[in-house]
T-cell receptor
Framework: DTEVTQTPKHLVMGMTNKKSLKCEQH?????MYWYKQKAKKPPELMFV???????INESVPSRFSPECPNSSLLNLHLHALQPEDSALYLC???????????FGQGTRLTVV | GESVGLHLPTLSVQEGDNSIINCAYS??????FIWYKQESGKGPQFIID?????DKRQGQRVTVLLNKTVKHLSLQIAATQPGDSAVYFC???????????FGTGTRLKVLA
């Protein structure tokens, strides 16, 4: 199984809503990532978890809150988002730093 | 600042021809590089990778070349097919930091 599964595939939320994005992998990977991708742009790194601990936060606003409940799951909690936060949110995982990262299909988020 | 970039935003090739997608990087400390393919509405898909101790690596119909002297990376696709139409990103990883930084991307269009 080389899949990274993200749910939901699409999400529309209001600026006062609280929602969560979920990501799951069963490859035994010890690093998991959240990326944000705007249209026609490359993915931008947001957070990295290594061995279930937050190791990188790329100065992401606090309205985005990551959580790693266990080695297979990664969540991204969303609160009080802005319309400019609308984007494709990608989850990825890797075994280590010098191996390929596998990406999920993403969650298309629209903030209204 | 440090960046991973591409020379051409769009590349159009005839079906059956070979494609060459280029990428420049500026950080000489980068030691691992990946090429990803991203189709519309999907997450990036791993194509091929190369470590900095190598100059060339071949896969099925794809070859990656690394020129560390000029900090240049290229992806060659042999006998390009319609299914190769996508956006291609190079990504670099620096010293196993779990930080994969993406280049700006090239859209490959395959003409029938």
């Amino acid at each position: 199984d080389t899949e990274v599964t993200q749910t939901p595939k699409h999400l529309v939320m209001g600026m006062t809503n609280k929602k969560s994005l979920k990501c799951e992998q069963h490859m035994g990977h010890r690093a998991m990532y959240w990326y944000k991708q705007k249209a026609k742009k490359p993915p931008e790194l947001m957070f990295v978890y290594s061995y279930e601990k937050l190791s990188i936060n790329e100065s992401v606003p606090s309205r985005f809150s990551p959580e790693c409940p266990n080695s297979s799951l990664l969540n991204l909690h969303l609160h009080a988002l802005q319309p400019e936060d609308s984007a494709l949110y990608l989850c990825a995982s890797s075994q280590a730093g010098l191996t390929e990262a596998f990406f999920g299909q993403g969650t298309r988020l629209t903030v209204v | 600042g440090e960046s991973v970039g591409l020379h051409l935003p769009t590349l159009s090739v005839q079906e059956g021809d070979n494609s060459i997608i280029n990428c420049a990087y500026s950080n000489s400390a980068s030691d691992y590089f990946i090429w990803y393919k991203q189709e519309s509405g999907k997450g990036p898909q791993f194509i091929i990778d190369i470590r900095s101790n190598m100059d060339k690596r071949q896969g099925q119909r794809v070859t990656v070349l690394l020129n560390k002297t000029v900090k240049h990376l290229s992806l060659q696709i042999a006998a390009t097919q319609p299914g190769d139409s996508a956006v291609y990103f190079c990504a670099e990883n620096r010293g196993g930091t779990y930080k994969y930084i993406f280049g700006t991307g090239t859209r490959l269009k395959v003409l029938a």
